[in-house]
């Protein structure tokens, strides 16, 4: 039978994603691999020790991701939690640790990329200027432009080591949620495996979605196991 999530209304639902949730997609999860992200050692490509050593390795890893992400589409658990958005309305809150735009391109509007987002540069010297728009597949380090501070534009990615955004908001949103939704994350990068339990200590019922349990899994009240966009279509009865 399928499973089937309740919302009543006075349910206020924060939704928490990881690359799981864009794998139909085709963007490959990065857990898949032994820890490899699309063939690359995380340690070479999304670290500021990374950006230091090699910063032309670390634009030419993020344009082949900026490539492979202009081509994927949104699939249908991202289609159903805009859905969702629409009719929960402010009650709905999404934070993703995804850096590809799939969610907004399904039609999500109440959202943060705590981790950053592909399409948007900023300067490596984060002298106050906010991130900018930018959609190039850079061929080599010489074609990357310039913040006018001087400073080099790096990708707006929060690599390991760095602290997520937005976390002021998220915290807050956390607190006012009676369900957490997750979806498709392995539960091991932090804050982000600590969400489910800052939700329970707010009394919140928590739900995962995803083919595997993960390592957080016994801090969830629920876990679905299957394909997010095979689950999450039709999951939400109101
Ligand atoms: N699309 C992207 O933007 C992307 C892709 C890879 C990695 N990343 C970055 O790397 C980090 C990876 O951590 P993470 O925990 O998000 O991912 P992860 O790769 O560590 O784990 C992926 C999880 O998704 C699950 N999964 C696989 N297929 C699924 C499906 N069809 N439906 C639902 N779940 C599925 C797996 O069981 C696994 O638990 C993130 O912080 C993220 O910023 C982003
Ligand atoms: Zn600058």
């Known amino acids: 039978m399928k499973s089937a999530i309740s919302v009543g209304a006075e349910d206020r ?56 992400g202009a081509t994927a589409q ?21 934070c993703t640790q995804n850096v590809d735009d799939l969610h907004e391109r399904a039609g999500s509007v109440r959202l943060v990329h705590m981790h950053g987002e592909l399409a948007k540069a900023r300067c490596e010297w984060e002298c106050g200027r906010p991130a ?22 790096r990708p707006h990615i929060v690599f390991f080591g760095e602290i997520p955004l937005e976390m002021d908001r998220i915290q807050q949103e956390i607190q006012k949620a009676t369900l957490m939704m997750v979806v498709g994350t392995s539960g091991s990068v932090y804050p982000a495996a600590n969400f489910v339990h800052w939700a329970r200590q707010g009394g919140a019922r928590t739900v995962y979605v995803g083919p595997e349990p993960p390592l957080n899994a016994s801090a969830f009240t629920h876990v679905v196991e299957g394909k997010a966009g095979e689950v999450l279509p039709g999951l939400f009865v109101f």
Not at 47 to 57: S, V
Not at 74 to 92: I, M, S, T, Y
Not at 132 to 153: N, Q, T
């Open 74 to 94: 949104p699939n249908p658990a991202h289609v159903a939690l805009a859905e969702l958005e629409k009719q929960l309305g402010e009650r709905f809150f999404l």
């Open 13 to 68: 639902v924060f939704v928490l994603t990881g690359a799981g949730i864009s794998a139909e997609s085709g963007l490959p999860t990065f857990r898949a691999s032994d820890g490899l992200w699309a063939g690359h050692a995380i340690e070479d490509v999304c670290t500021p020790e990374a950006w230091e050593r090699n910063p032309g390795l670390v634009w030419e890893f993020y344009s082949e991701r900026r490539k492979q």
């Open 132 to 153: 900018i728009d930018d959609h190039a597949i850079y061929a080599s380090l010489s074609e990357v432009g310039r913040c006018p501070c001087g400073g080099r534009l």
